[in-house]
Nanobody
Framework: QLVESGGGLVQPGGSLKLDCAASGFTLDDYAVGWFRQAPGKEREEVSCIRTRRVGTYYADSVKGRFTISSDVAKNTVFLQMDSLKPEDTAVYYC????????????????WGQGTLVNVSS
């Protein structure tokens, strides 16, 4: 099971940090990603941290602004989001396993319920 938290309302240019906590399995054994879906749009992969943290992937739209990381002891993956823009508004989900090629998350085996990020002034 995956449980996301940390979403909310933030002004453009602001920051938020999302948490994805796992139970029942060890996150470090999987590639874990963050995905988002805005109203009327397809789900898209935002970032992915590979198994054993050997590398990361970022969508072009968030490169340089978002940072994915993990805490093995807490069995949690994080997404630090800086310089937020209104177009970042979406429901954010974490899921596994992710890859650089499954940008729609069609092969996810487990995912959370999502957390809403609203970037608005």
């Amino acid at each position: 099971q995956l449980v996301e938290s940390g979403g909310g309302l933030v002004q453009p240019g602001g920051s938020l940090k999302l948490d994805c906590a796992a139970s029942g399995f060890t996150l470090d054994d999987y590639a874990v990603g963050w995905f988002r879906q805005a109203p009327g749009k397809e789900r898209e992969e935002v970032s992915c941290i590979r198994t054993r943290r050997v590398g990361t992937y970022y969508a072009d739209s968030v490169k340089g602004r978002f940072t994915i990381s993990s805490d093995v002891a807490k069995n949690t993956v994080f997404l630090q989001m800086d310089s937020l823009k209104p177009e970042d508004t979406a429901v954010y989900y974490c899921g596994a396993p992710c890859s650089d090629y499954d940008v729609r998350g069609n092969y996810l085996e487990v995912w959370g319920q999502g957390t809403l990020v609203n970037v608005s002034s």
